[in-house]
């Protein structure tokens, strides 16, 4: 690489003068050489103080310039008080550290040049040809006149005028940004008075000062008092050092603008509110707005886990949509994949019938109701199997006994875990035939509660409210719905009567609970049931697969543009190393199916992923339920004698209770008990459900079988 001349001589001349300055004061300390040298030094001195008062730019090139007389001077001086050559050559050392200096700082080859915009280098000056002397000398161009521009506008305006005034403008003014030597903004006026800038591109103004087309920004200006605006002004600014800054070490504003808020980002049009770090549940909270004009925020969840560095199956990232605000909870591990014990505080109802069943994916206790402003409440809990439907249907039935109600449970097959909640219900047993004795036993309450006065003689619907009600709520579980709702003896009954007291139980402080695989229509379920249970409580869906995701929610009346995304199969973050483990021939480690008890609980429009209580029913379940468990009342009990209704229902059918006994040559004695006749309680048998198609067949079929 080749040096200029001047740095060349001047470096020459610090090497040369450096012996001097520092044999002169010890060979000869009444040398002229001693006094020229520090008359320069006072001369670099005053150098220095004319700089420093002076107002114009370059006061630190100035002092800087003034440098070496100054410190030549100095060393003169420390060379002439000292003994000899003072000690460890002091004075040599001084001098040829003075040398140094020159060599690298080069005070008057470098830093005397005129000072220029450090965005690029501009083009050499175009030679202007000297005019013919017979023609008159041209007058300077009119672009800008002397209008008393600074220096750095002059600068700008010549590298500007040297890249062909881009879009037909000119520079009316140039403003550098403090701490960015390559950042500035411009005002930028049409070059025609009256014409509007059409012609100006970012790439245009990229390319006059060789940055990114990204590192330019056009602005229209407004008018301002004293100066004109509109279409034929423009505010250009040129930030190459911004912008890698921003990409480096940008702010949590220019981070979210950049990466979540930005056109065609995960959450467009989203503008950063402030960043909430909860060291305690160890979760971040970022909080955001769109403005009111774009309405409610859209997310791209997939998007924002990605941005966000994280995958949306990890189960870490949710989000919060309330009015035009955005809410993002960033979870350092699933809460999903935790474990939040069952209390007796959690499981109690308060005072408006809610209790805690889990908790939700952003932190929040999600709450679910023993009963409504209509009534008691149903319940409808969704999971296949092993997807902690069980455990669901514990933590209602202990809310329901903490609130004091009468627990009915029947199950459709055996089961450990339903055998232990029983213990704590006032009936238990298993079996469809179980199952339409509870049934019909719920049918004929609510004829009898519909006719008990309460205190003051008069009869109303129940209200937890209303004192002096005679009875108790009841709740009545029954779990594996469909499976006994397809048995061919009693299964057409058994969905006549849910379906029946779906529809006024509620009136009664009655309520269904259905535990099952599915709500689907085609699967066995009535229109009008599922319609009751859903408007009647807070559906649980725990562990859909996820093809059935999309028809589940639907049928709950879910609007597609509110269905959630699939739960992943897992919630714990996969194992690094699988390259490793591939190379070596390794097995990967298994996943952990950690999902039960997680799902959605679905309260308003859109469902909310849910992490259900855990009831630990090998430890007992003791804590978790009153000491006493709540029964009906002695008339209630009468009423049922009366009808033939309140016995042991897991003993076999009775003569007569399933209609009129068949005849020898109609089966064994191991036959169901079912024909003509009235069952007892006064209701008619159903036909068997493979017999009919509709009600409306079963219930001719049974006019034919009755004789009525």
Same mark, same amino acid.
Not at 326 to 351: H, M, N
Not at 379 to 385: C, H, I, M, R
Not at 540 to 545: D, E, F, R, S, T
Not at 552 to 575: H, Q, W, Y
């Given at each position: 690489?080749?040096?200029?001349?001047?740095?060349?001589?001047?470096?020459?001349?610090?090497?040369?003068?450096?012996?001097?300055?520092?044999?002169?004061?010890?060979?000869?300390?009444?040398?002229?050489?001693?006094?020229?040298?520090?008359?320069?030094?006072?001369?670099?001195?005053?150098?220095?103080?004319?700089?420093?008062?002076?107002?114009?730019?370059?006061?630190?090139?100035?002092?800087?310039?003034?440098?070496?007389?100054?410190?030549?001077?100095?060393?003169?001086?420390?060379?002439?008080?000292?003994?000899? /050559?003072?000690?460890?050559?002091?004075?040599?050392?001084?001098?040829?550290?003075?040398?140094?200096?020159?060599?690298?700082?080069?005070?008057?080859?470098?830093?005397?040049?005129?000072?220029?915009?450090?965005?690029?280098?501009?083009?050499?000056?175009?030679?202007?040809?000297?005019?013919?002397?017979?023609?008159?000398?041209?007058?300077?161009?009119?672009?800008?006149?002397?209008?008393?521009?600074?220096?750095?506008?002059?600068?700008?305006?010549?590298? /500007?005028?040297?890249?062909?005034?881009?879009?037909?403008?000119?520079?009316?003014?140039?403003?550098?940004?403090?701490?960015?030597?390559?950042?500035?903004?411009?005002?930028?006026?049409?070059?025609?008075?009256?014409?509007?800038?059409?012609?100006?591109?970012?790439?245009?103004?990229?390319?006059?000062?060789?940055?990114?087309?990204?590192?330019?920004?056009?602005?229209?200006?407004?008018?301002?008092?004293?100066?004109?605006?509109?279409?034929? /002004?423009?505010?250009?600014?040129?930030?190459?050092?911004?912008?890698?800054?921003?990409?480096?070490?940008?702010?949590?504003?220019?981070?979210?603008?950049?990466?979540?808020?930005?056109?065609?980002?995960?959450?467009?049009?989203?503008?950063?509110?402030?960043?909430?770090?909860?060291?305690?549940?160890?979760?971040?909270?970022?909080?955001?707005?769109?403005?009111?004009?774009?309405?409610?925020?859209?997310?791209?969840?997939?998007?924002?886990?990605?941005?966000?560095?994280?995958?949306?199956?990890?189960?870490?990232?949710?989000?919060?949509?309330?009015?035009?605000?955005?809410?993002?909870?960033?979870?350092?591990?699933?809460?999903?994949?935790?474990?939040?014990?069952?209390?007796?505080?959690?499981? +109690?109802?308060?005072?408006?019938?809610?209790?805690?069943?889990?908790?939700?994916?952003?932190?929040?206790?999600?709450?679910?109701?023993?009963?409504?402003?209509?009534?008691?409440?149903?319940?409808?809990?969704?999971?296949?199997?092993?997807?902690?439907?069980?455990?669901?249907?514990?933590?209602?039935?202990?809310?329901?006994?903490?609130?004091?109600?009468?627990?009915?449970?029947?199950?459709?097959?055996?089961?450990?875990?339903?055998?232990?909640?029983?213990?704590?219900?006032?009936?238990?047993?298993?079996?469809?035939?179980?199952?339409?004795?509870?049934?019909?036993?719920?049918?004929?309450?609510?004829?009898?509660?519909?006719?008990?006065?309460?205190?003051?003689?008069?009869?109303?619907?129940?209200?937890?409210?209303?004192?002096?009600?005679?009875?108790?709520?009841?709740?009545?579980?029954?779990?594996?719905?469909?499976?006994?709702?397809?048995?061919?003896?009693?299964?057409?009954?058994?969905?006549?009567?849910?379906?029946?007291?779906?529809?006024?139980?509620?009136?009664?402080?009655?309520?269904?609970?259905?535990?099952?695989?599915?709500?689907?229509?085609?699967?066995?379920?009535?229109?009008?049931?599922?319609?009751?249970?859903?408007?009647?409580?807070?559906?649980?869906?725990?562990?859909?697969?996820?093809?059935?995701?999309?028809?589940?929610? +639907?049928?709950?009346?879910?609007?597609?543009?509110?269905?959630?995304?699939?739960?992943?199969?897992?919630?714990?973050?996969?194992?690094?190393?699988?390259?490793?483990?591939?190379?070596?021939?390794?097995?990967?480690?298994?996943?952990?199916?950690?999902?039960?008890?997680?799902?959605?609980?679905?309260?308003?429009?859109?469902?909310?992923?849910?992490?259900?209580?855990?009831?630990?029913?090998?430890?007992?379940?003791?804590?978790?339920?009153?000491?006493?468990?709540?029964?009906?009342?002695?008339?209630?009990?009468?009423?049922?004698?009366?009808?033939?209704?309140?016995?042991?229902?897991?003993?076999?059918?009775?003569?007569?209770?399933?209609?009129?006994?068949?005849?020898?040559?109609?089966?064994?004695?191991?036959?169901?008990?079912?024909?003509?006749?009235?069952?007892?309680?006064?209701?008619?048998?159903?036909?068997?459900?493979?017999?009919?198609?509709?009600?409306?067949?079963?219930?001719?079929?049974?006019?034919?079988?009755?004789?009525?």
């Amino acid at each position: 690489m080749s040096v200029p001349r001047s740095v060349a001589l001047e470096r020459t001349l610090y090497t040369l003068a450096a012996p001097v300055l520092a044999a002169a004061p010890n060979l000869c300390p009444d040398s002229s050489v001693n006094t020229v040298v520090q008359l320069a030094g006072a001369a670099g001195i005053g150098g220095w103080v004319l700089a420093a008062k002076s107002d114009e730019v370059g006061t630190s090139r100035k002092i800087l310039r003034w440098s070496p007389l100054v410190l030549a001077a100095a060393v003169d001086v420390a060379a002439k008080n000292t003994s000899g /050559w003072g000690p460890w050559c002091l004075d040599a050392l001084l001098a040829a550290g003075w040398a140094a200096a020159g060599l690298l700082v080069m005070p008057f080859s470098r830093h005397t040049r005129h000072h220029r915009p450090a965005l690029a280098t501009p083009a050499p000056t175009p030679q202007l040809q000297p005019a013919p002397q017979t023609e008159p000398v041209p007058e300077p161009s009119p672009v800008h006149p002397d209008d008393g521009a600074d220096p750095f506008t002059c600068q700008v305006r010549w590298l /500007w005028e040297n890249r062909g005034m881009p879009g037909r403008t000119i520079v009316v003014k140039a403003t550098p940004h403090p701490g960015m030597p390559n950042d500035l903004s411009m005002l930028l006026r049409a070059a025609e008075a009256g014409r509007p800038i059409t012609g100006l591109k970012d790439e245009d103004i990229a390319a006059a000062f060789g940055v990114d087309e990204t590192d330019v920004r056009i602005e229209a200006v407004a008018r301002q008092y004293g100066r004109e605006g509109g279409p034929a /002004w423009k505010e250009v600014h040129v930030t190459p050092d911004l912008a890698e800054r921003r990409r480096k070490t940008p702010t949590a504003h220019e981070w979210w603008a950049d990466r979540i808020g930005a056109a065609g980002g995960p959450v467009p049009g989203a503008e950063f509110v402030k960043e909430v770090r909860d060291k305690q549940r160890k979760v971040t909270h970022y909080i955001a707005k769109v403005p009111d004009e774009m309405g409610e925020p859209r997310v791209t969840l997939h998007a924002l886990a990605a941005a966000l560095k994280t995958k949306y199956d990890e189960g870490r990232l949710f989000v919060t949509i309330d009015g035009s605000q955005v809410l993002v909870s960033l979870w350092d591990s699933s809460p999903l994949a935790q474990v939040f014990p069952a209390t007796r505080e959690l499981l +109690t109802p308060d005072k408006e019938g809610r209790w805690v069943t889990g908790y939700l994916g952003n932190g929040q206790p999600a709450r679910n109701r023993v009963y409504t402003d209509r009534g008691a409440a149903h319940g409808l809990f969704v999971a296949p199997s092993g997807g902690g439907k069980t455990q669901l249907m514990g933590l209602h039935v202990a809310a329901d006994a903490l609130f004091g109600a009468v627990v009915w449970l029947a199950a459709e097959a055996p089961d450990e875990k339903a055998a232990t909640l029983g213990r704590y219900t006032d009936r238990y047993g298993v079996g469809a035939l179980y199952m339409i004795r509870l049934l019909r036993a719920l049918d004929a309450l609510m004829e009898i509660r519909g006719e008990m006065p309460w205190e003051d003689g008069r009869v109303y619907d129940w209200d937890p409210g209303l004192p002096g009600c005679p009875y108790r709520m009841l709740s009545a579980y029954l779990d594996e719905f469909l499976s006994a709702a397809r048995n061919g003896d009693y299964g057409a009954e058994i969905m006549d009567l849910a379906e029946r007291v779906s529809v006024k139980g509620r009136k009664y402080g009655i309520g269904i609970k259905v535990a099952g695989q599915s709500i689907y229509v085609q699967d066995g379920f009535t229109q009008l049931l599922c319609e009751n249970l859903r408007e009647n409580c807070i559906p649980v869906v725990l562990k859909v697969a996820p093809k059935k995701v999309t028809a589940m929610f +639907t049928t709950l009346g879910i609007s597609g543009e509110n269905i959630p995304d699939p739960l992943p199969r897992s919630f714990s973050p996969a194992e690094e190393g699988r390259i490793e483990r591939v190379m070596c021939g390794e097995p990967e480690p298994p996943a952990d199916s950690n999902t039960g008890g997680a799902g959605w609980i679905v309260e308003a429009k859109q469902p909310e992923v849910l992490r259900a209580l855990y009831m630990d029913f090998k430890a007992g379940l003791d804590d978790y339920f009153p000491d006493t468990i709540a029964t009906l009342t002695d008339h209630e009990i009468r009423e049922l004698e009366a009808r033939e209704l309140w016995f042991d229902w897991t003993e076999p059918p009775r003569p007569g209770e399933f209609g009129l006994e068949p005849s020898d040559d109609e089966g064994g004695d191991d036959a169901p008990k079912r024909g003509g006749g009235k069952r007892r309680g006064g209701g008619q048998s159903v036909a068997r459900r493979d017999a009919v198609t509709s009600t409306r067949e079963a219930l001719e079929a049974i006019r034919n079988l009755s004789g009525v």
